[in-house]
């Protein structure tokens, strides 16, 4: 991998680099407006983005090194079992159709931000409203940290750090890097920096996609010649092309525990909440599915990776090793600022969503109920670089070589908050007690099951697929936590409406969740995250 | 109220799910498609198909919601 540094492909690629970083700190003078200091003009551009840009931030969030990277990766190495983020993103859809245009109603209705915001008025309860936030914040991380491992993942690639005789600190040198630049220009532009970028960054990824999709497989031969050599190497290697009957359970329970996850992320809520009318939130799930094509397509360079006789240790070097040996050194270095500007703008998307959840439902609920504007902004700022200090160390401390394994962690945890958003927007029966209980049951035994798998290169956090209870196949933790959770809630509920527990007050009523624009009391723009001036 | 149209919608968003989860109906390699296996071009052409079904979900959402409408102000008027 490290066989020198590509002096074409480096110089290509810090261009562009170079380039974003300026477009990153120039946006924060982009559409300013007077006032600059508080949490809605960093944390919400102002929300004077319409539709069109919040959307492309949306179907920019797709593509990032869990596409580019982590799924090549899996697929690399075990064949088809990586390929369940192809049915992963199918679900989304229908789920998004069927819950989110009650979660805009309702928010647009009572000015709700973040879920937890919802769960607050919904079921009255702080100590719900606190563990949504919490879960939102934790699950973030290591969501950030598989962005993070994309970026180093090129970086190695082009020679600049790596490898694995080099001192520690001269291999992560070049992560620290990016993180800090990465860090920097979100901290001072907030959301106009990613806002603004994502079009460089999609421009890019749509012209390397294609061309990778189509001349890559040309180059070797076509699919039969590449499925050929992936089924030659799995015979020896393991792994395998069709998952075998055992791997069933484990490949439908991923796809589905994803699916069920993906809404529920802090930013994936925010961008949602954000469109016009619940109209065009059930639209956009009738064009974003095409993303879903493309993911599947890339996928299918893991394979490519194999056929081209790629040799790596660590799997995420697969795709760039990829690009470097099949394009020429300047396109290779165009491919690979795709990947890595893919990985940092979403990383900057999601640091501020986690922020703007702790400023919110954190600060503002528990520590500062009067804290003045350009103070929630700077406490928004400070948590969104511990927010990416955090993603560093899962970085840092887990096995970088099977990255997809961050997703789905952040997936065990965010999935937990599913009861009380889902299930709050359907029916007021979960008894708020009985949801947080819920909600820690599942979050221990999802962190314990998961601590305890072990890989061949870690003892602990090594997979997150485990054997299920009582059906003794091997499957997703998050799942399998995520039924327990909603065991635990439905049984507490009726214990606890069997000894009259007062329910939290509701401060929400049935029309709220089918109201749409231009009805009596529906906001078209929400509130700021927190009280502008 | 179940009415005809929301069983059609529901079927509609409920039919990925069957179709995807249901593993064993797919982990072939045969037939393939320009060298691509089955399991692989399958799930695939499940993209599109995912999509026509919610948009028709969609078409007929709206015009439910058009038609309530309708009645609702058909009722005040009279």
Same mark, same amino acid.
């Given at each position: 991998?490290?066989?020198?540094?590509?002096?074409?492909?480096?110089?290509?690629?810090?261009?562009?680099?170079?380039?974003?970083? #300026?477009?990153?700190?120039?946006?924060?003078?982009?559409?300013? %407006?007077?006032?600059?200091?508080?949490?809605?003009?960093?944390?919400?551009?102002?929300?004077?983005?319409?539709?069109?840009?919040?959307?492309?931030?949306?179907?920019?969030?797709?593509?990032?090194?869990?596409?580019?990277?982590?799924?090549?990766?899996?697929?690399?190495?075990?064949?088809?079992?990586?390929?369940?983020?192809?049915?992963?993103?199918?679900? #989304?859809?229908?789920?998004?159709?069927?819950?989110?245009?009650?979660?805009?109603?309702?928010?647009?209705?009572?000015?709700?931000?973040?879920?937890?915001?919802?769960?607050?008025?919904?079921?009255?309860?702080?100590?719900?409203?606190?563990?949504?936030?919490?879960?939102?914040?934790?699950?973030?991380?290591?969501?950030?940290?598989?962005?993070?491992?994309?970026?180093?993942?090129?970086?190695?690639?082009?020679?600049?750090?790596?490898?694995?005789?080099?001192?520690?600190?001269?291999?992560?040198?070049?992560?620290?890097?990016?993180?800090?630049?990465?860090?920097?220009?979100?901290?001072?532009?907030?959301?106009?920096?990613?806002?603004?970028?994502?079009?460089?960054?999609? %421009?890019?990824?749509?012209?390397?996609?294609?061309?990778?999709?189509? /001349?890559?497989?040309?180059?070797?031969?076509?699919?039969?010649?590449?499925?050929?050599?992936?089924?030659?190497?799995?015979?020896?290697?393991?792994?395998?092309?069709?998952?075998?009957?055992?791997?069933?359970?484990?490949?439908?329970?991923?796809?589905?525990?994803?699916?069920?996850?993906?809404?529920?992320?802090?930013?994936?809520?925010?961008?949602?909440?954000?469109?016009?009318?619940?109209?065009?939130?059930?639209?956009?799930?009738?064009?974003?599915?095409?993303?879903?094509?493309?993911?599947?397509?890339?996928?299918?360079?893991?394979?490519?990776?194999?056929?081209?006789?790629?040799?790596?240790?660590?799997?995420?070097?697969?795709?760039?090793?990829?690009?470097?040996?099949?394009?020429?050194?300047?396109?290779?270095?165009?491919?690979?600022?795709?990947?890595?500007?893919?990985?940092?703008?979403?990383?900057?998307?999601?640091?501020?969503?986690?922020?703007?959840?702790?400023?919110?439902?954190?600060?503002?609920?528990?520590?500062?109920?009067?804290?003045?504007?350009?103070?929630?902004?700077?406490?928004?700022?400070?948590?969104?670089?511990?927010?990416?200090?955090?993603?560093?160390?899962?970085?840092?401390?887990?096995?970088?070589?099977?990255?997809?394994?961050?997703?789905?962690?952040?997936?065990?945890?965010?999935?937990?908050?599913?009861?009380?958003?889902?299930?709050?927007?359907?029916?007021?029966?979960?008894?708020?007690?009985?949801?947080?209980?819920?909600?820690?049951?599942?979050?221990? /035994?999802?962190?314990?099951?998961?601590?305890?798998?072990?890989?061949?290169?870690?003892?602990?956090?090594?997979?997150?697929?485990?054997?299920?209870?009582?059906?003794?196949?091997?499957?997703?933790?998050?799942?399998?936590?995520?039924?327990?959770?909603?065991?635990?809630?439905?049984?507490?509920?009726?214990?606890?409406?069997?000894?009259?527990?007062?329910?939290?007050?509701?401060?929400?009523? %049935?029309?709220?969740?089918?109201?749409?624009?231009?009805?009596?009391?529906?906001?078209?723009?929400?509130?700021?995250?927190?009280?502008?001036? | 109220?179940?009415?005809?149209?929301?069983?059609?919608?529901?079927?509609?968003?409920?039919?990925?799910?069957?179709?995807?989860?249901?593993?064993?109906?797919?982990?072939?390699?045969?037939?393939?498609?320009?060298?691509?296996?089955?399991?692989?071009?399958?799930?695939?052409?499940?993209?599109?198909?995912?999509?026509?079904?919610?948009?028709?979900?969609?078409?007929?959402?709206?015009?439910?919601?058009?038609?309530?409408?309708?009645?609702?102000?058909?009722?005040?008027?009279?």
């Amino acid at each position: 991998m490290n066989d020198g540094v590509n002096g074409v492909a480096l110089a290509v690629f810090v261009f562009f680099f170079v380039l974003v970083t #300026v477009m990153g700190f120039l946006a924060a003078r982009w559409r300013r %407006a007077a006032e600059a200091d508080n949490l809605e003009e960093w944390g919400l551009g102002g929300r004077s983005f319409g539709t069109w840009i919040t959307w492309f931030l949306l179907g920019g969030d797709l593509y990032t090194a869990y596409t580019f990277v982590a799924v090549p990766a899996a697929i690399y190495a075990g064949g088809a079992a990586g390929f369940f983020a192809v049915p992963y993103t199918i679900l #989304v859809y229908p789920l998004i159709f069927t819950f989110l245009p009650r979660l805009w109603s309702v928010s647009h209705r009572h000015g709700y931000v973040t879920t937890s915001d919802f769960v607050k008025g919904r079921f009255g309860s702080r100590g719900l409203s606190l563990a949504v936030a919490l879960t939102g914040i934790l699950a973030t991380m290591p969501y950030i940290a598989l962005q993070l491992v994309g970026i180093q993942a090129v970086l190695d690639v082009m020679g600049v750090g790596g490898g694995e005789s080099t001192h520690w600190f001269v291999k992560d040198l070049p992560l620290l890097i990016a993180f800090g630049v990465l860090a920097a220009y979100t901290y001072s532009s907030g959301l106009r920096a990613p806002a603004l970028i994502a079009f460089v960054k999609d %421009a890019l990824i749509y012209i390397v996609i294609i061309v990778a999709i189509i /001349y890559i497989p040309i180059e070797l031969g076509g699919f039969d010649d590449i499925f050929s050599s992936a089924e030659e190497k799995f015979a020896e290697k393991g792994g395998s092309v069709v998952p075998a009957a055992d791997a069933q359970w484990a490949y439908a329970t991923l796809a589905l525990g994803s699916a069920l996850a993906l809404f529920m992320y802090p930013h994936a809520i925010t961008a949602t909440l954000s469109s016009r009318s619940r109209e065009v939130i059930r639209r956009n799930t009738t064009i974003l599915p095409l993303y879903s094509l493309m993911l599947g397509l890339l996928a299918l360079l893991g394979f490519m990776g194999i056929a081209a006789g790629i040799e790596v240790e660590n799997g995420q070097l697969v795709v760039p090793q990829l690009f470097e040996d099949m394009f020429p050194a300047w396109f290779a270095g165009v491919a690979f600022a795709a990947i890595g500007i893919g990985a940092l703008v979403p990383a900057a998307i999601m640091s501020i969503a986690a922020a703007n959840l702790f400023t919110r439902n954190i600060y503002r609920d528990f520590f500062r109920p009067d804290a003045t504007p350009a103070r929630e902004a700077q406490v928004s700022k400070i948590t969104s670089l511990l927010v990416k200090v955090g993603a560093l160390v899962f970085v840092l401390t887990m096995d970088k070589t099977t990255a997809i394994n961050f997703q789905l962690l952040g997936g065990i945890w965010i999935v937990q908050t599913m009861p009380a958003l889902v299930g709050g927007l359907f029916t007021r029966w979960f008894h708020r007690w009985a949801l947080l209980a819920g909600w820690a049951v599942g979050m221990l /035994y999802g962190t314990l099951a998961a601590y305890g798998v072990e890989s061949p290169t870690q003892k602990h956090f090594g997979g997150s697929n485990d054997t299920i209870p009582l059906i003794g196949e091997i499957g997703y933790i998050g799942l399998t936590a995520f039924v327990l959770n909603l065991l635990v809630t439905v049984v507490l509920t009726l214990v606890m409406r069997a000894l009259g527990t007062p329910d939290g007050v509701d401060e929400t009523t %049935a029309g709220d969740y089918t109201a749409d624009v231009g009805d009596a009391g529906v906001r078209e723009e929400l509130p700021p995250a927190t009280k502008a001036p | 109220m179940i009415t005809p149209t929301r069983v059609v919608i529901g079927l509609c968003l409920v039919v990925p799910f069957v179709a995807m989860l249901w593993v064993g109906s797919y982990d072939r390699v045969d037939p393939t498609f320009i060298g691509i296996p089955f399991f692989y071009w399958y799930q695939m052409l499940w993209v599109p198909l995912s999509t026509l079904l919610t948009c028709v979900a969609y078409v007929l959402v709206r015009r439910e919601k058009a038609a309530r409408r309708a009645a609702a102000e058909g009722g005040a008027a009279r």
